[in-house]
């Protein structure tokens, strides 16, 4: 989904940079409003890491494209739907600006599929499922998060005159090939949520907001 230069007209590509200015500085905002726990810092590092280095894996698909394991459920369950979109904002604009992994001009269509489509899709997803089943919350979480991430990058590319192939086309693509794919990246959620929800259950951001509203009730 790291769409290269080239491929968005710019008009297109501005639009894109402004929505995701604007979502980005609300996140830091609510960040700075909230306040976060110092211990958490080190995790969100650790998780933008753990995503950065996954994202690196690459499998081309028919369109002119490519599919990957993205991440934005991960971050969004461990981390909350701000920071977890602020960690993949830092792992997409790297992968961008040193690796060449997707363009300069495309960045903030990139970043808004993958930080923050795939973040808060796959949060609001968890929060609503994971009362009734952890693992399948995870795993909706990550393989509509993806999903719905790719058909944004679809849409972009599709509305884009210097692309070769219409919005008929390349939605069909993303949507399909991303959500068998997707099935992957909801096992990989699932794996990793379960893992840490075994060992480590108190730094999943929901466990803690749900422990702390309890506390705060038998206050």
Known sequence: ????????????????????????????YKIKKDGIDEKRVPIAGLVAAGIFAAQMLNWPIPGGTSAHFVGGAVAAIILGPFLGCIAMVSVVSIQALVFGDGG???LGTNLFSMA?????????????????????AAFVAGWIGITLGAINTGIATGLSSTFQYAITTTVPIMGIWHGILGIIEGLITVAI???IEKNREDILYISNKTKNKSRSGKK
């Open 1 to 28: 989904m790291h769409i290269p230069d080239g491929f968005l007209d710019m008009n297109i590509a501005v639009l894109y940079y402004l929505l995701t200015a604007i979502v980005v500085g609300i996140c830091i």
């Open 104 to 106: 300069i001009t495309a």
């Open 116 to 136: 923050i489509v795939g973040v808060f899709v796959a949060y609001y997803i968890y929060k609503a499922l994971n009362k009734y089943n952890t693992k399948i």
């Open 193 to 195: 949520i379960a893992y």
